[in-house]
Nanobody
Framework: VQLVESGGGLVQAGDSLILSCAASGLTASRYKFSNFAMGWFRQAPGKEREFVAV????????YYTDSVKGRFTISRDNAADTVYLQMNSLKPDDTAVYYC?????????????????????WGQGTQVTVSS
């Protein structure tokens, strides 16, 4: 399974960005992209990787870390095997490398979804830098 993030960049505080994460390699298994939960994490310099958002494999349930609630929106397009992270009202504290990750198949929701070690595959990350 390969995950490729895109959409990062350098923006000013208050701007918006949309990150994309395209999955491939699932056709070799008997599962589809829609069978997996998808998460976004981020890691700032000198800090541990932290949970940002996750969307259930059904797509109807989303969860966010408190610091991005109301500003970020996670969504998925199962026909395109892609998950998105719409980021609005960006702040300098949002500066980090953003990673997408896949968990499944058919994972049952639990608080482990907020933990990086609960995910099976990761992308290489995309840098988001927010200037003040």
């Amino acid at each position: 399974v390969q995950l490729v993030e895109s959409g990062g960049g350098l923006v000013q505080a208050g701007d918006s960005l949309i990150l994309s994460c395209a999955a491939s390699g699932l056709t070799a298994s008997r599962y589809k992209f829609s069978n997996f939960a998808m998460g976004w994490f981020r890691q700032a310099p000198g800090k541990e990787r932290e949970f940002v958002a996750v969307i259930s494999w059904i797509g109807s349930d989303t969860y966010y870390t408190d610091s991005v609630k109301g500003r970020f929106t996670i969504s998925r397009d199962n026909a395109a095997d892609t998950v998105y992270l719409q980021m609005n009202s960006l702040k300098p504290d949002d500066t980090a490398v953003y990673y997408c990750a896949i968990k499944g198949p058919y994972p049952t929701y639990s608080t482990t979804w907020y933990q990086a070690d609960a995910y099976d595959y990761w992308g290489q990350g995309t840098q988001v830098t927010v200037s003040s």
